[in-house]
C-alpha cells in the first residue's frame, strides 16, 4: 500500500508515522511507546479516529484529532467520533499542520493553521482554505498522518487501467 504522506516541512522528523504502519504495529504488538506522551493524528476518517483510540489505550496522556474541513465532513462514522470523544480525544477542526518542528531530530512542535470553508467544488464539498496569519503552534511527541490511502496495484502492472488517484478502473 501507498500512502500520501503530508509534504510538509519537518514530514521526516522521527516521530512521525503513517496511520497503517501505526495500526498494524499496535495489532502485532509492536508498540510504539505512547505512554504519557502528546499524539497527534491528521485526518478526520475512520482510520484516523482507529488510531485516536488506539494512542489512547497505548497510554498517550493527550490525543488530538486534527481535521482540515468542519467536523459535518468528517468522512468518518458520527458514532464513532462521539466515542472517541467520550474515551477522551480531542476532535480540533478546521485546522491543517503546515510544518514539523523538532530538536535532534525528533519531533517536538507542530505548526497548525486555521482554515475556513469556501464555496462547494465541482464535488459539491466546500474547500478549506487557510485564514492568513491564523499560525499557531502546539506541542507534540508523536504524529500519525491518516490522510488517504492508495491501494498497491505494482503486482498487476500493465493488467489492469488505473484512476488518476490510482484506484482500478471499473
Not at 476518517?45 to 488530538?64: C, E, F, Q, Y
Not at 503546515?98 to 482554515?115: P, R, W
Amino acid at each position: 500500500h501507498n500512502t500520501f504522506s503530508l509534504s510538509i516541512e519537518g514530514a521526516n522528523l522521527k516521530g512521525i508515522t503513517s496511520c497503517l504502519d501505526f495500526l498494524q504495529k499496535a495489532n502485532i504488538g509492536e508498540r510504539d511507546d505512547l505512554l504519557g506522551k502528546k499524539v497527534m493524528i491528521i485526518g478526520g476518517g475512520n482510520t484516523a479516529i482507529d488510531a485516536s483510540r488506539t494512542a489512547l489505550r497505548l497510554g498517550a496522556s493527550k490525543v488530538t484529532v486534527v481535521y482540515r474541513r468542519s467536523r459535518e465532513e468528517m468522512p468518518c462514522f458520527a458514532p464513532e467520533i462521539k466515542e472517541a470523544e467520550e474515551e477522551g480525544v480531542e476532535i480540533l477542526i478546521l485546522r491543517n499542520p503546515i510544518k514539523f518542528i523538532g530538536e535532534n531530530g525528533k519531533l517536538t512542535k507542530v505548526q497548525l493553521i486555521k482554515m475556513k470553508l469556501d464555496k462547494p467544488d465541482a464535488s459539491g464539498r466546500r474547500s478549506p482554505v487557510p485564514i492568513e496569519g491564523s499560525e499557531y503552534f502546539e506541542d507534540v511527541d508523536f504524529v500519525v498522518e491518516a490522510i488517504g490511502l492508495q491501494p498497491s496495484t505494482s503486482i498487476f502492472s500493465n493488467e489492469v487501467d488505473l484512476n488518476k488517484n490510482g484506484t482500478i478502473k471499473v
